[in-house]
């Protein structure tokens, strides 16, 4: 069972920048898709992107064209660079990982923008 642990989170002024990590504890190649989510109280756990091994990465609407995700196949780690950080973008960052039997969460990492 893989291990997945998020970091990088923390408080930021709006207009500012963070990057998350997500390591991975053995190989996320068999994972056909790794991704990023987040969540806030009272509301259910959103998309914030998709990276899949082969094919497009695919972004939530709120974070299009201000977050871009990556993975790192050779290293086990996936990342999700923010930039343009918006109050609304804060919440817990979870990760995760996919494949056709298994779906696998972090423990999330919290983000909080302040206006």
């Known amino acids: 069972q893989v291990q997945l642990v998020e970091s990088g989170g923390g408080l930021v002024q709006a207009g500012g920048s963070l990057r998350l990590s997500c390591a991975a504890s053995?190989?996320?190649?068999?994972?056909?898709?790794m991704g990023w989510y987040r969540q806030v109280p009272g509301k259910q756990r959103e998309l914030v992107a998709t990276?899949?091994?082969?094919?497009?990465?695919q972004y939530g609407y709120a974070v299009k064209g201000r977050f871009t995700a990556s993975r790192d196949n050779a290293n086990n780690m996936v990342y999700l660079q923010m930039n343009r950080l918006k109050p609304e973008d804060t919440g817990v960052y979870f990760c995760?990982?996919?494949?056709?039997?298994?779906?696998?969460w972090g423990q999330g990492t919290q983000v909080t923008v302040s206006s």
């Open positions: 995760n990982a996919k494949n056709t039997e298994a779906d696998y």
């Open positions: 053995e190989s996320i190649f068999e994972f056909n898709t």
């Open positions: 990276i899949p091994n082969w094919g497009s990465r």
